[in-house]
Every structure is written in C-alpha cells, then in structure tokens.
C-alpha cells in the first residue's frame, strides 16, 4: 500500500490535471488494497458509500 500510495497519489506529476473527485476516487482504489477491518480511522459510513467493493453494486 505504501509504495502503491507514494507512487501513485503523492507523486502527482505537475501535468497531471486531476479533479477532487478524481483524486478522491485513487484514494479510495488505493485504500482498496487494505482489508476493510484495517480501515479503523475511516467511519463506516464512508466506507460503505465509497469503497470500491460497495460502489460496484
């Protein structure tokens, strides 16, 4: 997840032109990677409306 997080979300080149939403939407593929049950600091609620799992319904 780390190497995924750095590479991905915080090495945001300066031509890459991502919308909030956008940047939201890769946070939420990243975190993903995770087991749901590590998601401890994120309320359920956020995690059933937007984690991959549950948006793919």
Same mark, same amino acid.
């Given at each position: +997840? !780390?190497?995924? +997080? $750095? /590479?991905? +979300?915080?090495? =945001? %080149?300066?031509? $890459? /032109?991502? *919308?909030? =939403? =956008?940047? @939201? /939407?890769?946070?939420?593929? @990243? @975190? %993903?990677?995770?087991?749901?049950? !590590?998601? *401890?600091?994120? /309320?359920? &609620?956020?995690?059933? &409306?937007?984690?991959?799992?549950?948006? &793919? &319904?």
């Amino acid at each position: +997840f !780390a190497a995924a +997080f $750095e /590479d991905r +979300f915080v090495r =945001q %080149s300066k031509d $890459e /032109d991502r *919308t909030i =939403q =956008q940047t @939201l /939407d890769l946070g939420w593929e @990243l @975190l %993903s990677a995770l087991p749901v049950d !590590a998601l *401890t600091k994120i /309320d359920r &609620k956020f995690i059933e &409306k937007y984690h991959p799992m549950n948006r &793919k &319904k």
